[in-house]
C-alpha cells in the first residue's frame, strides 16, 4: 500500500502595493486553484499518519475504490502555440478548456475542489545551457506532446516511493510501529534527494576484508580427520527430537553438506545412518530420495516413528487418505530400499500400515536388531501378527536382540509364546500390560541374556511362575531392570511370600527395581537394605509406610565410631511410594528431624513419586518444601517431589548407560534404541 506524503500549501497570495487588479478571469482561475481549508473536526483520521479531507490526495482505502482523477474535469494544458513551450509560464498562459456537455457552474464547482498547481519560478538560464531546461519537467513534458491530463493534481508536486522502497524504516516500541520518514528516507538514498542542490551522498561501509585460506581445498585438519572421528563429531549435531509443526530438522547438518566434499560424505553418513518420521510429509520425502539414489538407503540403521503424528501435518484425515504418502505398500516399498536396517521403531499411530508383508520382510531382516510395536493394538495390526506367526515360512531362529510389544493389549498369547522361543540372542523384552503367558515366559530361550525385563501389569501371569522364572532361569542373571508393577485394584502379582522369595534372589547387577502393587510389608525391610546399596530406582509395596523408609535413607544412630564407618550409605535416586495414601503419610513429621528422608543426609536420593491424593495435599505445602529444598512436580498422570539440585555441587543429569538415552528417573517403558527419548515414547515412559 503506498502512503500518501503531506503537502505543503503555501499561504494566499497578496497584493502588492501599486499592483494593479486582475482581470475577471484571472482571479477566478486563481481562487480556484487555491486549496480549500476545512475545519479539523470535519477532516477524519485514516490509517495514514495525517489527517484527510476530499480536497487532499485521495487514497484508495479513503475516498473510494475508483481513482481521484476521476473527481475533476478532463482538461489539458492549451498547446495551440508552440512557442510559448520555451518561454517563462505563468499561470495566466494556462487555459482550462472543459466539456461542451458540462455548464459553467459546474465548472467552477470541479474548479474549486481542485488543489493547487504548484509551478517554480523560473531560474536564470546559466551560461551555455539551452532556455528550454529551466522550465518544470511537468510542463515540460506537456509541451513535447504529452499532456497533463489533471494540472489540478497535487499528485504532481511530490514523489511518493513504490512499495518495494526500503526508505520507511518500522521500529517496534513496546508492540507499536514508530516511523522516521525525512531522516531514514534520506540515509537509504545513495544521491539524495532529487529537490537538493547537492547530491547526498551515503557513506559508503569498506568491505570486511576476507582471511584467505592457508590450507589447500579438502587439505584442512577437520577434513584430513578419519572418517569414524570425523561422522563422531558431526554426530553431536543430530536433534533427535524433532521442533514442533513442519519446521525443518538439523538445518546445521543441511549447511554443513556443502561445506566440503569430505565434510559432505560424512555429514551424508550421519543424516541417514538414523532417520526420525515425524509426518507423512517427510516419509514420502525419504522414499523419493532412496528411490532416486539407492546407494543412500544402504546408510539408514534407524527408521524412527516413535515421534510420528498423523495430525502435526495440518491436514485432515481425508486429505491424509487421499495422499497416500504413508500406506502398507510405501511402508513396504521402502523396507525393500533398506537392507542394512538395524532398528525398527513403530507406534500406535502407524499400526494399520504394519500388514503381514511389512511384518515378514522385518522378521526375516537378518540385520534387524530392534523391534518396537508401542501400543499397536489396532484390528489390523492383530490380523497381520497373527497370520505371521501361523505362516509356514516362519523362520526358526531371529535375529532380534531387543523387542516390545508395549501394551499391545489385543495381541492373542499365542503370538508371544510362537515368537519369544525363536529369539535366542533377546537382551530387552518389554512385554508390559499383554497378555503375556506362563507359558509364554517359560518359552524364553536359556541361550538369552536379558538385561531389561517388563512384566508389569501382565494379568495373566501368575507369582509362582515369574518367582520360578527369575529363580531359576539362567537368562536373567544379569538382569539390570526389573519391573513387576502390578495395579493393586485390579490384580495382585506378588504375594506376602513371592516377595520374600523375589527379594533373596535378585542379582546384584540391579539397578532399577519395581514391585509396586506387591504384598511387601515391614518384614521385607531387612531383605532391602542390601538392594539399596546398588539399586537406584525402587518401587516399593502397598502395606508400608513412610516412616519405616527412614532406616533406609539414614544411617543407624551409632554409639561407635567403627559401627558408623562399617555403614554403606545407599544408592536409591528414585523412590515409588505411590501406594502409599496419605493415610500413611504422617505429614506432621514429614520434616520432623527424626524421622524426615527430606534432609541432606538422604542424599543422593532426588525423587519421591507419590499418588493423586498426596500430590494434591503437597500443593497446598509447596512453599514448605521449597524452603526445604524440594519441589512439587507432575507430568501427565504422574506427580512427584523433586530435590532441588540448582544449589547442589556436582549434580547429576541422571543419564546412566541402563537408560539408553533417558534422563528422567522412574522409566516404566524399556527403550530398545539409544535415543533422547521423546513423542509416544516419551509419553508411555514417565508420564503413565
Known sequence: MAVSTPVAVPAPRQRAPGEKQMPLREETLRKNTEPTFTADREERTSFASVKEDRSAVAQSFLDSRISSYAAFPDDAIDESDSDRATSPISPTDISLSSSPTTTDDDNESASASAAQVIISPPASAAPGVPADSQVPSQLKASALGAPLTNPASTLHSFVCPCDGFRGWKEIPVRGKMASRSFSDLRQFSNKGFTWEPTPFKAPVQPPKPVKPSTFPAGEAPLERLPTELLGAIIDQMVADIPPNGLQPRNIDLMALLLTS???HSATLATLYKQVTIPHSTV???LLHHIKEYPALGTIVRRLDFSHFNPTG????ARQRAETQNLTQQTMLECL?????LREFLAQEHIDEELSVDVLRKLFNNPQLRALDFCAASSAIFRTSMMTFVRSPDLPELMPITRLSFHECTIL??????TLLPRLPNLTHLDVARTRMSDKALAAIPETARLTH???????SLSGDAVVDFLTTHPSVKELLYLNLYMDAKSAELLAETHVTSLLSILPSTLKSLNLKGSAMNSTHLSLLEPLTKHVEELGLGRNLNYTSLVPLLKPPPATKPDELARWVPHALRYIDISDFGPERIDFSALFGKATTALDELSMPLEV??????????FLDRERTFKAAGWVVKEAGRRGWLVRDLSKVDGGDDGARGWKMGATYWGMRKVPVARAEVGGMYGLYMFKR
Open 608 to 617: 519421591i513419586e507419590v499418588c493423586q491424593r498426596v500430590y494434591d495435599r
Open 453 to 459: 525385563l517388563n512384566l508389569s501389569r501382565c494379568q
Open 313 to 316: 501435518s495440518g491436514v485432515t
Open 336 to 340: 525393500e530400499l533398506l537392507p542394512n
Open 412 to 417: 492373542p498369547s499365542v503370538v508371544l509364546e
Open 283 to 285: 516419509f514420502r520425502k
Open 261 to 263: 566434499r569430505a565434510l
